[in-house]
């Protein structure tokens, strides 16, 4: 009997606990954690920018999208500026938050590779340069040695033979 009774309260205490809210992520993994809680106001400025007020809100976000924004949060403000510049009939500063921090890895490696096509074309060219040299000096051998050589004689006709 208390068997039974010890039974049914564990079966009540399982039934009810099963039917209770699940609790909530920790609030550290949440994006305005990770960046430190400015996303919203920098959204909310792109948001609402205006023709009267384009490049001060400019101005004032371009220390977080060069310092703090992440690569995806960085691409998506830039498209979403030049869109509203678009609607606004507005430019963008050509260098506008060029030299952010998130695409700095980016920028060494595109400039690497710029350094080492730059290279390669050079060395194509200097090599290039040199077989046109080769070619040309071994012409003028020719030529030379053309111009050195005596004229050859033409074999004097033979006498037709009698018959």
Sequence with gaps: MKLVSILVAAASVASTSAFMPATKAPQSTQLKIATKGLTGPVRKSIAGITKDNFSATLAEIEPFLTKEAGVTLYNKSLRRIATKAKDLGVEVPANYAK?????????????????????EAAAAAAEAAEEAAAATAAAAEEAAAAAAAPA????EEEAPAAE
């Design 99 to 119: 030299d952010a921090k998130c695409t700095e890895k980016r920028r060494e490696k595109q400039n690497a590779y710029c350094v080492a096509k730059t290279e």
């Design 152 to 155: 050859e004689e033409t074999p």
